[in-house]
């Protein structure tokens, strides 16, 4: 039962890896059966494996081949475009709620901090948080026959959302695959980022057709590494081995792994103490306790807690294991998650940000692996 289990499933991945080999293809389309032919190929829209596939009719009245010679077009203009960004960067991750966007934005924080021209384009069309995240909410863009103007954060940070787009930041974006491409291809085509050091992309999660569309169009333009942001339990580190391997299929280059939320990392002065047989706050007599016997301990002591467990050796060992970069753990901080909802970067000394030295370590880390020696 488990031999005709293993075959079963080595089946499924052969198949799945046909599947996306078949779709990366510039000549099949995102939405294509397994089996295409190509849209150039004379059996287009003719052959058995077209058989029940959304394009079938466009194929065949050649159509489709039209609009895939048009997409060759886009990813020209698209490299024209991005021309002058010296490099581009993915913000990717298997799993929802990791702290991906707050990477991606701190991460621009910090480039632009070391005085680098950044630009952070984020199409996580359904959940853009970005601009929250940087404290626009509210700006627009404006638009010109040259093109979109980003929002500029800083003299030498500017971002592209579309929560900018939006009559009110709360509206559900409810779209379909073609039109989110159409958006990203907008995004990445008609945004007049000029000269950057670094354009930063903030992916949505998973492996889907908005990840496929920024590397489609961005094939000619290139994509210089991503960076992938993970949880230390299985259940994340399950969806970001699925990750690394859309990396690796689609020729990404992966310029590492940080392991976010690794462990709770609290100063005394900032947590209670409960009895928990009588739920009575026990705070001030804990902290008289230790004033009183140990000093030394009150004025340096902190709190440090496993909250999601590391059950199979975290990110590290993956890393280890699958010969990718391991760039550092943060912790769990709420002062990082106070930056975020204020807009703010984690570097600044007002917000006096505990965990600033690991989010740091990941930014240089970033920057030595992107061949960055200026």
């Known amino acids: 039962m488990g031999v005709d289990r293993g075959r079963a499933r080595r089946a499924r991945e052969r198949v799945a890896r046909v599947d996306l080999a078949v779709r990366m293809r510039e000549d099949v389309p995102a939405n294509a059966n397994a089996s295409c032919v190509g849209v150039g190929d004379e059996a287009a829209g003719k052959a058995k494996g077209c058989e029940g596939c959304p394009n079938q009719a466009a194929c065949a009245s050649g159509a489709a081949k039209k609009a895939s010679e048009e997409g060759d077009v886009d990813a020209l203009r698209v490299a024209e475009r991005l021309r002058e960004v010296k490099r581009k960067i993915l913000v990717l991750s298997g799993k929802g709620g990791v702290g991906k966007s707050t990477f991606a934005a701190q991460l621009a924080f910090g480039l632009a901090r070391d005085g680098r021209d950044?630009?952070?384009?984020d199409v996580d069309i359904c959940g853009p948080s970005v601009p929250?995240?940087?404290?626009?909410?509210?700006?627009?863009v404006h638009k010109s026959n040259s093109g979109?103007?980003?929002?500029?954060?800083?003299?030498?940070?500017?971002?592209?959302?579309?929560?900018?787009?939006?009559?009110?930041p709360d509206?559900?974006?409810?779209w379909r695959g073609p039109r989110k491409n159409g958006l990203i291809k907008q995004f990445l085509g008609d945004t007049e980022w000029g000269a950057l050091d670094y354009l930063i992309v903030d992916a949505p999660p998973g492996?889907?057709?908005?990840?496929?569309?920024?590397?489609?169009?961005?094939?000619?333009?290139?994509?210089?590494?991503?960076?992938?942001?993970?949880t230390p339990q299985e259940v994340a580190m399950a969806d970001v081995r699925k990750e690394l391997n859309f990396c690796k299929k689609t020729g990404i280059k992966v310029l590492g792994v940080v392991e976010n939320m690794s462990g709770l990392r609290l100063a005394l002065d900032a947590v209670s103490f409960v009895n928990e047989s009588s739920g009575?706050?026990?705070?001030?007599?804990?902290?008289?306790?230790?004033?009183?016997?140990?000093?030394?301990?009150?004025e340096s002591l902190g709190i440090h807690a496993e909250v999601f467990a590391p059950s199979k050796g975290g990110a590290e060992a993956m890393c280890a294991q699958l010969g990718v970069p391991f760039l550092g753990r943060v912790p769990l901080d709420p002062t990082i998650a106070r930056a975020a909802e204020q807009g703010k970067s984690v570097f600044d000394p007002e917000l006096r940000v505990a965990s600033v030295?690991?989010?740091?370590?990941?930014?240089?880390g970033v920057v030595v692996a992107a061949g960055d020696t200026a």
């Not at 950044?118 to 384009?121: D, E, S």
């Not at 492996?207 to 993970?230: C, F, N, P, R, W």
């Not at 706050?281 to 230790?290: F, K, N, Q, Y």
């Open 132 to 140: 929250l995240m940087l404290g626009e909410v509210g700006s627009e």
């Open 118 to 121: 950044v630009g952070l384009l």
């Open 207 to 230: 492996t889907s057709d908005e990840h496929l569309s920024v590397v489609q169009y961005m094939k000619e333009a290139g994509v210089d590494g991503a960076l992938i942001v993970t």
């Open 357 to 364: 030295s690991a989010v740091d370590a990941v930014v240089r």
């Open 280 to 298: 009575a706050d026990e705070t001030a007599r804990v902290r008289e306790l230790l004033a009183t016997h140990a000093p030394d301990l009150a």
């Open 171 to 174: 509206d559900a974006v409810i």
């Open 148 to 168: 979109w103007s980003p929002v500029y954060v800083e003299e030498n940070l500017a971002v592209m959302s579309i929560g900018f787009l939006l009559p009110n």
